[in-house]
């Protein structure tokens, strides 16, 4: 039970990526309204996302 406790205490200090995270929700924020203004946007939008995922996925095999 000590050695949860120790992880859970660990894991809420830690504060590596969170500056990432937030700039990739705002990122997203940001193209899901674009998508919503501007219809003809979202297709390329969607194409940009499909790119970065899987490049993303490219290189997590790789980097095992």
């Known amino acids: 039970m000590n050695t949860l406790y120790l992880f859970a205490s660990r894991l809420l200090r830690d504060r590596k ?15 899901v309204a674009a998508g919503a ?9 969607s194409t940009i996302f499909s790119k970065v995922a899987s490049s993303m996925s490219q290189a997590a095999t790789q980097g095992n």
């Open 17 to 31: 990526g969170q500056d990432l995270i937030e700039y990739a929700l705002m990122a997203g924020f940001v193209a």
């Open 37 to 45: 203004i501007m219809p003809g946007v979202s297709t390329s939008i």
